[in-house]
Every structure is written in structure tokens, then in C-alpha cells.
């Protein structure tokens, strides 16, 4: 938990990581079509992304938000946050987010968060993550994710992935930090052809 600490830091590298992420969950929850939407975060951590972006945002009303988390301190420091908030329709789970079985209920979703993810596993976990998030997300769903841009830097292979499996790139951020942080965005330019997978989608690296 000692990590998070760095958040509390405006000029650290996940501070602004952190400010960028919202700033895109805030276009991207406005984008959304009228009614219902469907959020989902993966390794949500203590969801100050989500939670920041929906505290003030004119559509958080519409949003259903399902956050999935293992370490239960992340879970009540995000579930305390969201509750502070007013923030009833943000659910924290504590499960396992590499199996789609801990969040099926919640999809297909109109936004996918994958941050804090792709720099902890391996290259084929990431690509299998990308190419099952083309089933976790409605046709026009948008997926933010993160990863270093450090030497060999990755992000322009996992861009590339993301382009062959369907989506169409909104941004990337090369933010000038400590960290070398990409933030990338996508949004999925078709309905997804499979069903979401039953297999493990990543495992974090113990070392």
C-alpha cells in the first residue's frame, strides 16, 4: 500500500498519470450514448480514477461502475471513497479481474479500464488481454490503458494490437515523467464477433 502514497505527490509520475486517465474517463463517459453505461476497471486499485472522474461529472447518474480488486485494503479504501462521494451505483469487488468471470454480469461495457496493468505482466499476457477486450466492450466502447514507455518500449506493438483486434486509436500521451508513462485510448469500431474468454486473461509477475 506504501506505493499509493505517491499519489498524495502532484508531481509524481502516477499523479499525473492518474490526471490524465481521468481527464480521457471524463471524454470518454461524455461520449457515451444517452442512458445506461456500463464502466468496468480492472486492478481498479483504490479506483481514483473512476471515482475522481464521476464526483462531479453531469452524466455519473447514468453510469453503473464495477471495479474489480484483490487486495481488500484497496477494496475498502476505494469502496470508503466512493461511498464519501455519493457514489451508490460504484460497485468494488474484490475478485480476481484476470477472470472475466468475476465481472461477466457487467458487460458488454461502454468503457474498459486497463490501467496499472500491462507493465506488471508479460507481452503475451498483454496481447491476450487486448484481444479479449474487443469481447468484453460494446460496438463505439471505449478502453483507456497504461503502460512505461521504457526501453524496449512496448506501447507501439500494444497500439498495434489494439488496431488488429478492431479498435481505432483516440489517443496516446506521452507523458514526460519520471516513469516514461503512455496512456493510451481506443474505441472499438465493431460489435465483437466471440464471446468473452474463459481462460485467465494475465498473471502478475512475482518478481
Request: charged content about 20%; hydrophobic content about 45%.
Amino acid at each position: 500500500m506504501a506505493w499509493h502514497e505517491a499519489y498524495d505527490d502532484p508531481s509524481s509520475s502516477l499523479s499525473m498519470r492518474l490526471r490524465c486517465v481521468r481527464s480521457h474517463l471524463v471524454g470518454a463517459i461524455s461520449r457515451a450514448p444517452a442512458g445506461h453505461v456500463s464502466l468496468v476497471s480492472l486492478c481498479a486499485g483504490q479506483g481514483r480514477d473512476v471515482i475522481g472522474a464521476l464526483a462531479g461529472h453531469p452524466r455519473r447518474d447514468d453510469v453503473r461502475a464495477v471495479l474489480v480488486e484483490h487486495d481488500p485494503r484497496n477494496v475498502a479504501a476505494a469502496r470508503q471513497a466512493a461511498a464519501a462521494q455519493g457514489l451508490a451505483q460504484v460497485e468494488i469487488r474484490q475478485a480476481d479481474a484476470a477472470m472475466v468471470d468475476a465481472f461477466a454480469d457487467a458487460l458488454l461495457a461502454d468503457v474498459l479500464l486497463l490501467c496499472g496493468i500491462f507493465g506488471n505482466v508479460s507481452d503475451a499476457d498483454i496481447e491476450r488481454t487486448v484481444q479479449a477486450a474487443a469481447t468484453l466492450c460494446r460496438a463505439g466502447a471505449t478502453v483507456i490503458w497504461t503502460r512505461h514507455r521504457r526501453a524496449p518500449d512496448l506501447t507501439p506493438q500494444v497500439r498495434a494490437w489494439f488496431a488488429g483486434s478492431g479498435f481505432e486509436e483516440v489517443a496516446f500521451d506521452a507523458l514526460d515523467t519520471t516513469a516514461l508513462t503512455g496512456v493510451g485510448v481506443h474505441r472499438l469500431s465493431h460489435p465483437p464477433a466471440t464471446r468473452p474468454p474463459g481462460h485467465r486473461l494475465f498473471a502478475f509477475r512475482t518478481s
